[in-house]
């Protein structure tokens, strides 16, 4: 094996074609190039010589990148040898939810000073609204693979199939409604629904059953796992369920 503290030459061969280049050869070669490596940049400019590479290589892809005579492969396992963390496809992950919780936050925070030039009590209620609106438009990108995944949990969509393709419309409607401070009687009810199911179902699934499930909080192709923190956000759209119906 070779030892890549020492060794800082690499030919990366990829694919870059006039109306194409590889996205991955990108990367790769950016990667290298910050971590100090000069790189042989061997392009693959048709169809014909990347198969024809291929073949000769026995590889399946490109990029493939060599360091000191060594084949170390494409752009995931030449970041991987450079000691670099790589995500396997089905390992779950708090992220996208995360990113989409501060992007609420940050938004009300921004529109609360832009108009009144300070925060106020609306922020907490406006954050939530503004949450379960974005969580809704994660949903309905594609509203089968939510529905199908969501199933598989939700107490009342696994008697009713129709409501995990109504779910996401709902929780937009509420979101909508709630963050414009209208029809309280109609949003409060839907938050109370959405968000007491939710909460009840999450609980039973994975702290009673024990099961280890994907969350469809933000979509059917997500790989946030199902836990403590969808719990929350089903009490947080309750909790605000019953604080548009106190107010009235």
Known sequence: MIDLTTERVATVHRMVRERHVCPYGLKVLHLLK????????????????????????????TPQVWIGGERIGGYEATKERLGHRVRAKDETTYRPVVALFAVALLLVVAAQWSFEGVLDRRLVPSFVATSMILLALQKLKDVESFSTMFVGYDLLARRFVPYAYAYPYLEALAGVLMLAGVLPLVSGPLALVIGGVGATSVFKAVYLEKRELKCACVGG????????????????????GVWVLAAL
């Open 221 to 240: 192709d997500s790989n946030v796992p199902l836990g403590f923190v969808s719990l929350l956000e089903n009490v947080f759209m309750l909790g605000m």
């Open 34 to 61: 910050s971590e100090g490596y000069e790189v042989d940049d061997r392009h693959l400019t048709s169809a014909e010589e990347t198969e024809a590479f291929k073949a000769e290589h026995g590889v399946a892809t």
